[in-house]
């Protein structure tokens, strides 16, 4: 792949539309589904409380099956070079962390998914689509664990996320390389064209 080959050859190299449309898009998901996930859980039982559940559940699963698509996209490209002069340091943390995110990026949704199953809750996604339950109905384990798993795997993720916008943007503004462009969708700097 995948540098974007409407930029001229000596532009910095970019992922292509695709991966920065699933990469935009998850990002605001993830985004909004955590702070949605922290919000549902204080208010009091009533049908509003219901219903915003119900679209922190159909936006989990979106996120789920978005970052299926996501993952297949990466097996089969290969991403933008990486700036040049990044210590083995950097190196290993953007592996590290990226892996990591892949990882809750499906340990979230799915834990969140287990949860409403042990619960005896079945999700139908946007009320259309009835998901099977792929763990038995059983409220002791869900408190126990289920709803602690998907708490503390949606913490990490948000902590991850924390960090990664924290490399991007020391990258942009301290390191001042084209890591921030190879992910933007924006015109490309003066000095790229
Ligand atoms: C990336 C996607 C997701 C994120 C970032 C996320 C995040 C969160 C967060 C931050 C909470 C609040 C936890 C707490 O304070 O106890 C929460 C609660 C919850 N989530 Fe998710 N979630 C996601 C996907 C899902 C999915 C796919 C489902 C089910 C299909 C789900 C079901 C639930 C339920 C039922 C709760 C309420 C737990 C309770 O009542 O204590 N979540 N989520």
Known sequence: MSADASSSPLAAPRFDPLAMALHWLLAALIVGSFGVGLYMTGLPFSPQRLKIYSWHKWAGVTILALSALRLLWRL???PPAL???MS???LASYRISHTLMYLLFFAVPLS???YSSAMGMPV????VLPLP???PVDHAFAEAVLQPLHRNCAFVLAGAALLHVAAVLKHHWIDRDDLLQRMWPGPR?????
């Open 189 to 193: 700097k003066e000095s790229d064209q």
């Open 88 to 90: 083995a340091l950097q």
């Open 133 to 135: 339950d792929f763990v």
């Open 76 to 78: 089969g490209h290969r």
């Open 83 to 85: 700036p040049p002069g």
């Open 124 to 127: 139908a996604w946007f009320g």
């Open 112 to 114: 969140g998914w287990a």
